[in-house]
């Protein structure tokens, strides 16, 4: 039943006015939802679902440039030159490839010591990592030898300062298959002291010494040489091969793998341009390589 709207007394349903004030009572329609009123909330998830997406892609793409800024080395590796060497096979890194800086502090690296072919007549092989050479005059440097001499195999330890000759460590004794460790680190850069580290994994002897040596620091090398014995480059004996792994330098304060630094790689190869070396690429841990034996020079 119907209420005046007036005195709010309550009366029949066909009454026009109150019988109590006489206002005109009037019926009041229900309330009913507006066209259109449905469809917003579909809209409305529709747009916030378009902004849920759009926030997702933003997210997505500012993870993607930040990967990319912050680990250059796992999307692009750093850029490779090929430089042609009679006595150098393997790789080095730098600063830079056209302007290299004096910010080498450190190079390291494990392999397994060769076997030698013993053959007639006499040829060298050697394995070393090294903080100098490669743009200057200067080279420190520490590795293991593996010789044929008229017949017979040998196989030692040294490292060498350049221009002196190298030094050999007779308080290790290596064979074929020890798993040899090295490390060289500037460790007072006020007074050029270098540490060189190096260690036979497998028998446990070890060797370490310091040294004050003025060097460019200008490049850091994992090499397979065939030395030069007197004035000449020697011939390279067979060593079958040696593969590099945890090659790692320090460069401007940042200690990284080959990939993470310009880089070269050294081609040996004799007077008739022929590779004496066969040089693999990097692998896929940035930080090891294989250097094979094809021919004695």
């Known amino acids: 039943m119907p209420f005046c709207q007036n005195c709010g007394k309550q009366h029949p349903e066909d009454a026009a006015f109150c019988s109590y004030c006489g206002a005109q009572i009037e019926a009041i329609q229900p309330q009913t939802q507006e066209p259109g009123v449905q469809e917003a909330r579909p809209r409305a998830q ?3 679902a378009i902004e849920a997406v759009g926030i997702l892609f933003i997210i997505t793409l500012s993870a993607m440039i930040i990967i990319h800024l912050t ?9 490779t030159q090929v430089v042609t060497s009679s006595a150098w096979s393997g790789y080095s890194v730098s600063s830079s490839l056209k302007n290299p800086q004096p910010t080498v502090t450190g190079v390291a690296a494990s392999w397994a010591v060769p076997s030698v072919t013993p053959t007639l007549g006499f040829s060298y092989s050697a394995a070393w990592i090294g903080v100098g050479g490669q ?10 030898q593996h010789d044929s001499l008229n017949g017979a195999s040998s196989y030692s330890i040294w490292y060498e300062l350049l221009p002196d000759l190298p030094i050999t460590i007779n308080t290790m004794h290596i064979r074929p298959g020890d798993d040899i460790k090295a490390t060289i680190t500037l460790t007072d850069a006020d ?3 270098w540490s060189i580290n190096i260690s036979d994994e497998t028998t446990g002897e070890s060797y370490q010494t310091s040294v004050v040596y003025a060097s460019q620091m200008l490049s850091a090398e994992w090499v397979v040489e065939r ?6 480059v020697g ?3 067979n060593f079958g091969s040696v ?6 330098a320090t460069v401007g304060g940042r200690t ?3 990939f993470d630094f310009p880089s070269s790689q050294f081609k040996m190869i004799n007077r008739q341009n022929v590779a004496l070396v066969s040089l693999s690429s990097i692998g896929q841990d940035g930080s090891s390589f294989t250097a094979s034996y094809i021919s004695l020079g």
């Open 227 to 232: 030395p030069t014995i007197g004035r000449r």
């Open 191 to 193: 007074t050029n002291t």
């Open 71 to 79: 680990m250059p080395s796992i999307l692009s590796p750093q850029p």
């Open 256 to 258: 990284g793998r080959i």
């Open 46 to 48: 529709r747009v916030r």
């Open 243 to 248: 593969k590099f792994t945890g090659c790692v």
């Open 235 to 237: 011939a390279l004996a």
């Open 135 to 144: 743009f200057d005059q200067t080279l420190i440097q520490v590795g293991t």
